[in-house]
């Protein structure tokens, strides 16, 4: 029973993620950009810990942008129609991906700048 519903809550997350990719732009946008990142990290062969803190940092961006769409989905559940509280909410939300993939964007900057300089 309890491996059964482990294998359930599995499923639950796997189902989420299909809801994430299928449905928003914005969560296919970000694995585009982990993906370049990835391969940019591969080539450069950053060091262990350099490789770690980029896949926290696309973790941390991934995560934001699944609770945005999550609290956006709750949102309009129970209120469809405009409500500006609604609105604040969202906004609110869309903030806290922005903030998560601006942090990406500084931490990508400060770990690469190294290794693209000598290309320029």
């Known amino acids: 029973m309890l491996a059964e519903k482990k294998i ?8 989420g993620l299909k809801i994430a990719w299928l449905e928003e732009h914005n969560f296919r946008f970000h694995i585009g950009f982990a993906i370049i990142t990835l391969i940019a990290a591969w080539f450069f062969n950053l060091s262990q810990t350099e490789f770690l803190i980029i896949i926290f940092m696309i973790g941390f961006i991934l995560t934001a942008e699944a609770f945005n ?5 709750l949102c309009d559940k129970f209120q469809p129609s405009h409500d500006p ?3 604040k909410i969202k906004d609110l939300a869309a ?4 903030i998560a993939a601006t942090t990406a964007l ?8 190294p290794y693209v300089l000598p290309y320029i």
């Open 8 to 15: 359930k809550s599995f499923t639950y997350a796997l189902t």
């Open 85 to 87: 509280h609604i609105a």
């Open 69 to 73: 769409t999550a609290l956006e989905e």
């Open 95 to 98: 903030a806290a991906v922005f």
């Open 106 to 113: 500084i931490v990508g900057i400060i770990i690469f700048t």
